[in-house]
């Protein structure tokens, strides 16, 4: 197998509902994000995804979270944005838009240097 991975950021702000603490204020983060892609086979330039490829799709995404409040996207509407369901969504977007031969293996997403959690199937 085949890894490439893509590091990312954005700056977002939410607050966690139904929760007992500083957390259920509004705050922002400058999150960072990892994506780990795999494929079993490389294409004839001996690559799993071009970089550039791969990332214009990773930076599309962004500006979809990029200075917005996360609980008025639809994705958060109904849970809560913190970083584990943050990670599962990128995961999903991301499965759903990469070329057929290339799969997101595992999202981890940063709120903190010392705070982080990942999704993966
Ligand atoms: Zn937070």
Redesign the pocket.
Known sequence: MYEIIIEESFSSA?K?RDYQGV?ENL?G?NWKVVIVLESEHLNEQGIVVDFKDAKKITEELMNKLDHKYLNELSWFCSINPTTENISEFLFNELNAKMPDNVYVKKVTTW?SDGFGASYYK
Do not use: K
């Open positions: 939410h966690l957390c705050h983060h709120e």
